[in-house]
């Protein structure tokens, strides 16, 4: 998931924001700025049930972010890293660079983020009460009450077994568990999801059609088909697993890439290296050879032919926290859903020093699905990201 926003880090993790998570920010200040805030308290000016909006909205995607937090923090302690958190249309991800090695370990991660939107439900429940006690007005317990009720819904929501929900990873973990195969685990949780999502889908369909629900009707349906793809694509990440079982970075990479200096102009790059070599990807490194950036052909072709001679590598580069990375031992299943975003399908593969060793691209992809069949079926972990989604009106909210 490609962030447009950063806003930082947090104990070493990127948190940034697809463009999506503003759009859900100003969908879900206006239903309740122009919906459901004035029904509760009329008689206030528009400023206010606007301003009341926006800060319902912008606490609700904040409780989100905790959410994710506190997969990331249980993740960690188990010994798996956390790329990314990324907010977007749908709620949230965690990008997880590696999996849980256990069923127990997957359980803890899986859990806690229902628990943490529980515990953020219950919080901002006792604030409304608080604050109802207070004397406050009815415009302000009435926020409270929306940020508890949601919470709520999210983590009852996410305890659905189906995947990717959380309720999914706590289907899977309990599959492996009993079978001591991750693999079908896994098929079995994307099953389930696949099947909860037609499920929303045509509910969604059934409330347009009876109902009238509208908007709320068409964000089922939209959730719905999000999940049918994404059980899709874990199931197929979990066949092509056990279809790879044992195959390292270093077997499909292309090793020693060439490299360039980040301050090369484009112009003269173009003419001294891109004109005699076959290669479309070339690592930016510095004087010890650790990786700075990444250029491709693509990123080169969408510089104006007058700014070639003024612009350095540098300045059109993906930069090194956005490149995908690996490391030659590192399971080649583990490295393919990071392989996306502004380095365009490629990864860069470093030794244990930081150096650029060798470089795996959508040919080097395509040569090894070429040859998967040949190979037998054996379990091998499958990676998966966290994903949350966002409510529509009172209280509705989804995955992790």
């Not at 909006?53 to 994710?68: D, Y």
């Not at 009993?178 to 037609?198: E, L, N, P, V």
Request: one cysteine or more.
């Amino acid at each position: 998931m490609r962030q447009t926003i950063r806003l930082g880090r947090v104990a070493g993790i990127r948190i940034g924001l697809n463009g999506g998570a503003l759009v859900i920010v100003a969908l879900l200040a206006a239903l309740l700025a122009f919906g459901q805030l004035p029904e509760l308290d009329p008689g206030r000016s528009a400023v206010a049930y606007i301003t009341a909006g926006i800060a319902a909205a912008v606490l609700f995607l904040a409780s989100i972010l905790a959410h994710e937090l506190a997969h990331a923090a249980v993740a960690k302690a188990n010994g798996v890293e956390v790329e990314a958190i990324t907010l977007w249309l749908l709620g949230g991800v965690a990008e997880l660079k590696t999996e849980p090695r256990s069923p127990k370990a997957e359980l803890a991660i899986a859990v806690v983020g229902p628990l943490s939107s529980g515990v953020l439900g219950g919080v901002f429940g006792v604030a409304a009460v608080g604050l109802s006690t207070a004397g406050a007005g009815d415009l302000t317990v009435g926020v409270a009450t929306y940020l508890a009720m949601t919470n709520v819904a999210l983590a009852v929501f996410n305890l659905v077994p189906a995947a990717p929900l959380d309720g999914g990873r706590v289907l899977r973990a309990a599959v492996w568990r009993w079978t001591g195969d991750r693999d079908r685990a896994s098929i079995a949780a994307a099953r389930a999801g696949r099947i909860f999502g037609f499920i929303l889908i045509v509910a969604g369909v059934g409330l347009a059609l009876l109902l009238q629900a509208g908007l709320g009707s068409l964000w089922w349906v939209l959730l719905g088909w999000f999940l049918v793809q994404a059980a899709a694509a874990e199931e197929e990440r979990a066949r092509l697993g056990r279809k790879l079982h044992g195959v390292r970075v270093a077997d499909v990479m292309s090793p020693r890439p060439v490299t360039a200096d980040p301050d090369t102009p484009v112009a003269r790059f173009i003419d001294e290296v891109a004109f005699t070599n076959r290669h479309s990807t070339y690592p930016l490194v510095d004087a010890e050879g650790r990786l700075t950036g990444l250029v491709t052909l693509n990123r080169i072709r969408a510089v104006p032919i007058e700014q070639r001679s003024v612009r350095r590598l540098a300045d059109i580069a993906c930069q090194p926290d956005e490149v995908p990375v690996a490391r030659p031992e590192e399971p080649v299943t583990d490295l393919l859903p990071r392989m996306a975003g502004c380095a365009d399908g490629r990864a860069v593969v470093v030794d244990a020093t930081g150096r650029v060793v060798g470089l795996v691209s959508p040919s080097d992809i395509s040569r090894l699905m070429a040859v998967s069949d040949l190979r037998g079926s054996q379990p091998y972990p499958l990676l998966g990201a966290d994903l949350n989604a966002a409510p529509t009106t009172s209280a509705g909210r989804r995955p992790s």
